[in-house]
């Protein structure tokens, strides 16, 4: 890695340290807690997940759609259209600012955002410019991941599409609930 | 009542039509204008050759008159004067032609012809005629052509008055040629009349001359004073030639021609005198028309510049105002489109999503998003709302589901449950004697399953044995323990030997009682109703309760620890009398201690109480007056914890059963 960029992570994650107050690290434990007790982090792919990938990045008209979930150092991309990508470091992932709030989180154009303008996926490799994300709202303030949209073009995400892409979310959060439930159900014998 | 669609499309196209009406007319105007300002052009232009005209004819005229008079001074040939006569003529024609109302073309038609009759007798008398004869031919030619002129004149002015220049200097213009016309044609009279006079002409002919010459002179002085008041001028050839018409009429022609008239004047004049003024006149009157058709042509060149520039105008603003139409009509239906397709159709689709989204369609597809306008955040903002409903449905429909779940979930617990209820209840004994002891027992669990239990059991010709368990807490866990507890109790009495007391027996279970299950509290005893007598061990349960035959109720046990709580503990053992007839209660605290919705407790006080007001009834209406007493106490037939109750009675000896059972 050139050493610019690893500067730049280490500043990222300066930042988010210290952005971090006390309700944001109950936050980070219990989405944590969540992501281990429902085993998501090791589930094999889910049904339906890339099928609602596929639906947003038509939908949208963008190069990519992803389904991630931020464990404590990574980001595990568990389903994806328009890229191979299965994990990223954390300190790379749009997504980590997405899963700080139930809002959809855009970035219009990652190059003119001083948050992103250094991130390696915006200057190199797929040389992203916007970013859509919606929270995979889980329980009361867990959210695990976000259903996001990456292109390499900037472009502008009105409230109608912000509240689309926040069903979409929805849906993929239903899609995971429901699994993670038959699987317990089917371990107790109910 | 309209719609906004309507409104809009009524009220942009009366603006619309307003607006392009007013135009329309304003553009019609200056067309109008347009046309009139070519119309004044063509007749000013039809005035100005009819003036040269009349100047030609009126050369023509001189011409004729001098050489029938066999005047020798002559300037031109007739042939020349003719052609050039002619050739002004035609072009009159053709301008005249061009002018609306031909009538003035056909009179023109006529005076040329009338001219061709003029010029024939003038060529004829030329030769033969003496001096009267000749007199009067030239009286005769100067008559006909002057008729001629007149009629050009008449017909310029006749031209002149259908025309009405709104250009005041143009219209001056028009005065001043009128009146230069006027002047010149007088001037141009004379000069033919002072030529005649240098002829050899009889005393009459000389004095008709005179006459003429005298009021040819008046029309001249009145013309130029005419001309004198109108000729503040703007334009600069214009003012120099009146200014130099001015010094040649009044410093050079006036005093002249008031001198030929003084010799005139005179009743017999110098023959020389006349003929000396007159040639010097002459000359003069030669000098002023040429300056008077100087002055005239300076005269067309000006109105025929003021007219050029007035239609140049006149057709610039038609021009501007057709442009104005054009752009008019273009901004009126560019308008019309843009509110049709900017307002009308959007708001249109709008209206029909909004109203299906309303009705509950969510499948209707939404106008389109990718405006930037009002409509188009009105479309997106119906997106959010479309997408709210429909987020709405699915969570709906997933709590339906979630809800399924749930009851399938409960159901198979609650079956699980009655199964587990079954099971534990038929592990209780059913009421019975047995050895000189009837029992009743009645267990009411808080939920399905308990954690209390009981049982009666002698072995072979020993004592009845029987005890009553609750195990800490209630619920799965509390109902699986108590059934163990069960089952240590049971063995406990079951391989007591000999010579154990029941309370070495319970030291025994309390010390084997694996220490990582619950505690449980229990009573355990044993009765001897053939000699009357028993004897209990209380380890942590609630004292139970004595019920003589004769009457007397009583609490009897002194506490004690319950088991699984210190291991190695000693219990002590309360004997008591059991005759025949008397009743022993033994209960779990889910009795003495259910409370009422004040959160009192029943406590064992009001529960002796009540056992000593029922004394009378049977055990069984007993047990169910307590149980009743104890659902009135809580207000309803729920409980908190589990509740059992167990009656053990000396068998009576009338009871056949029981003397059996001792046999």
Request: net charge negative; charged share 25%.
């Amino acid at each position: 890695m050139e050493p610019g960029k690893s500067r730049q992570s280490k500043v990222q994650l300066l930042g988010r340290d210290v952005a971090m107050s006390e309700t944001d690290a109950r936050a980070e434990f219990q989405r944590l807690q969540a992501l281990r007790e429902s085993g998501l982090l090791t589930a094999p792919a889910f049904p339906g997940l890339n099928e609602i990938c596929q639906q947003a990045k038509a939908h949208f008209k963008v190069a990519m759609a992803l389904v991630t979930l931020i464990d404590k150092d990574l980001q595990i991309i568990k389903a994806r259209v328009g890229t191979t990508l299965e994990q990223t470091p954390r300190s790379d992932a749009f997504c980590d600012y997405t899963i700080r709030a139930d809002d959809v989180f855009v970035v219009p154009d990652a190059t003119k955002d001083p948050r992103f303008a250094a991130n390696p996926l915006v200057t190199g490799e797929p040389y992203l410019r916007f970013y859509a994300g919606a929270p995979l709202i889980y329980l009361r303030d867990i959210r695990l991941g976000a259903l996001c949209l990456l292109d390499p073009k900037p472009r502008e995400f009105s409230l109608g599409d912000r509240a689309e892409l926040a069903e979409m979310s929805d849906e993929a959060v239903s899609i995971i609930m429901r699994q993670v439930l038959d699987r317990r159900s089917a371990a107790a014998g109910l | 009542v309209f719609t906004i669609r309507q409104t809009l499309t009524s009220l942009f196209l009366l603006l619309g039509l307003g607006l392009g009406l007013s135009v329309a007319l304003q553009t019609w105007a200056a067309f109008e204008q347009y046309r009139e300002a070519r119309e004044l052009t063509t007749s000013n232009l039809a005035r100005e050759q009819l003036s040269r005209a009349a100047v030609a004819v009126a050369e023509e005229r001189t011409g004729a008159y001098l050489a029938t008079l066999g005047q020798a001074e002559v300037e031109r040939t007739a042939n020349e004067l003719s052609e050039r006569t002619d050739a002004v003529l035609n072009e009159a024609a053709e301008t005249l032609h061009r002018v609306d109302g031909a009538g003035e073309a056909t009179i023109l038609e006529r005076l040329q012809q009338q001219l061709v009759v003029l010029r024939s007798p003038a060529g004829r008398s030329l030769a033969e005629a003496d001096r009267d004869a000749r007199a009067e031919a030239a009286a005769e030619v100067l008559a006909g052509y002057t008729a001629v002129v007149d009629d050009l004149v008449a017909l310029r002015v006749s031209l002149l008055a259908q025309e009405d220049p709104t250009d005041p200097s143009t219209a001056n213009a028009f005065q001043l040629r009128r009146y230069s016309t006027i002047l010149l044609e007088a001037l141009m009279q004379n000069e033919a009349l002072i030529g005649g006079l240098l002829a050899d002409l009889p005393p009459a002919a000389e004095r008709a001359a005179w006459d003429q010459i005298r009021g040819n002179a008046e029309r001249a002085e009145l013309a130029f004073e005419l001309i004198t008041n109108r000729s503040a001028v703007e334009d600069r050839p214009l003012r120099l030639g009146l200014a130099s018409l001015a010094v040649a009429y009044a410093d050079r022609y006036r005093p002249l021609e008031q001198e030929l008239l003084a010799v005139l004047s005179d009743p017999a004049p110098a023959r020389s005198g006349i003929q000396s003024e007159a040639y010097r006149l002459l000359w003069n009157t030669r000098q002023i028309t040429r300056t008077g058709a100087e002055l005239q042509e300076s005269l067309f060149a000006y109105s025929r510049d003021r007219l050029a520039q007035q239609q140049s105008r006149a057709s610039r603003m038609a021009l501007l105002w057709l442009g104005i139409l054009l752009l008019g009509v273009g901004a009126v239906a560019r308008g019309a489109w843009v509110v049709r397709s900017r307002v009308i159709q959007p708001l249109g689709s709008l209206r029909d999503s909004m109203l299906a989204l309303a009705g509950g369609d969510l499948q209707l597809p939404l106008p389109d998003r990718s405006r930037k306008d009002e409509m188009g955040a009105m479309a997106d903002a119906l997106r959010v709302f479309k997408v709210n409903a429909i987020r709405r449905a699915r969570l709906q429909e997933e709590r339906h589901a979630l809800h399924e779940r749930l009851q399938a979930a409960h159901r198979q617990l609650q079956t699980d449950l009655e199964a587990a209820s079954a099971v534990q209840l038929s592990l209780l004994p059913e009421s019975a004697r047995l050895g000189g002891v009837r029992f009743t027992g009645r267990l009411q669990p808080s939920h399905f399953i308990s954690g209390d239990t009981y049982d009666v059991l002698r072995q072979p010709n020993g004592p009845v044995h029987f005890f009553l368990a609750d195990v800490a807490g209630h619920g799965a866990a509390a109902a699986l323990v108590s059934v163990a507890s069960r089952y240590a109790a049971a063995q406990a009495i079951l391989q007591r030997r000999g010579g154990d007391t029941l309370a070495e027996a319970i030291a025994t279970l309390n010390d084997d009682w694996p220490e990582h299950l619950p505690y449980f509290t229990v009573i355990m005893g044993e009765l001897h109703p053939e000699v009357g007598r028993g004897c209990l061990v209380q380890a942590g349960h609630p004292p139970p309760v004595l019920m003589r035959r004769a009457g007397a109720v009583e609490m009897i046990g002194q506490g004690g620890l319950p088991i699984g709580v210190v291991r190695g503990a000693t219990f002590d053992e309360v004997a008591f009398s059991f005759e025949r007839g008397d009743r022993l209660l033994v209960y779990s605290d889910g009795l003495s201690e259910a409370e009422n919705p004040a959160g009192l407790p029943f406590t064992e006080e009001r529960l002796v109480d009540l056992l000593q007001a029922n004394l009378h009834l049977p055990t069984d209406d007993l047990l169910a007056a307590v149980t009743q007493a104890i659902q009135d106490w809580r207000g309803s037939e729920t409980m908190e914890d589990d509740m059992t109750l167990l009656v053990l009675e000396g068998s009576d000896g009338t009871d056949g059963a029981w003397q059996i059972a001792a046999e």
